[in-house]
T-cell receptor, first 115, second 113 residues
């Protein structure tokens, strides 16, 4: 079945450094790749997404890159701040037959930004 | 505009009891989803409904049933709760398949003792 692998599971950086989280997906038909941030006790919140016809997208300190050939996509956070500390999830939208589809998540990365 | 609303927020069940988690969205979305989240496991898809009248199994459907009552509502039922079903459950919805933003409810914390 469809699968999304995410690495690393935990990441600790100093404030101001960059953080990179990587994901691979198995379904070559996947065409939508969102990233979510989840704070303790709260729902996942979308922070950035990318579609399969785009290789890179940037929004202020956050960027996402996609390599469809390698079935690999990454989240880059620059100039990290303590408030970036949270669990981050990648996901891949996997198409089904007709107008069906499902969003499969990676296992999550706990990011800690040390002041 | 409330977005995605799920109830109850907290529930404690005894092993073998049944219960239904309710989810409703007011965004006129076609697709709805139920996920469970366990520590270190990320979010795993239980069931989803691509459109009114259809439901499909996700990654971990065993022990659950769903009903897409109408376009707004998608319920998740535990017929005979087990301790392994202790988890946080999230309902989500999106407008059309294939790459629209997916919105999550606030979550339901379920403990089975």
């Amino acid at each position: 079945g469809e699968n999304v692998e995410q690495h690393p599971s935990t990441l600790s950086v100093q404030e101001g450094d960059s953080a990179v989280i990587k994901c691979t997906y198995s379904d070559s038909a996947s065409n939508y790749f969102p990233w979510y941030k989840q704070e303790l006790g709260k729902r996942p919140q979308l922070i950035i997404d990318i579609r399969s016809n785009v290789g890179e997208k940037k929004d202020q300190r956050i960027a996402v890159t996609l390599n469809k050939t390698a079935k690999h996509f990454s989240l880059h956070i620059t100039e990290t701040q303590p408030e970036d500390s949270a669990v981050y999830f990648c996901a891949a939208f996997s198409s089904g037959r007709g107008n069906t589809g499902k969003l499969i998540f990676g296992q999550g990365t706990t990011l800690q930004v040390k002041p | 505009n409330a977005g995605v609303t799920q109830t109850p927020k907290f529930q404690v069940l005894k092993t073998g009891q049944s219960m239904t988690l309710q989810c409703a969205q007011d965004m006129n979305h076609n697709s709805m989803y139920w996920y469970r989240q366990d520590p270190g496991m990320g979010l795993r898809l239980i069931y989803y409904s691509a459109s009114e009248g259809t439901t499909d199994k996700g990654e971990v459907p065993n022990g659950y049933n769903v009903s897409r009552l109408n376009k707004r509502e998608f319920s998740l039922r535990l017929e005979s709760a087990a301790p392994s079903q202790t988890s946080v459950y999230f309902c989500a919805s999106t407008g059309i398949w294939g790459g629209n933003t997916i919105y999550f409810g606030e979550g339901s914390w379920l403990t089975v003792v």
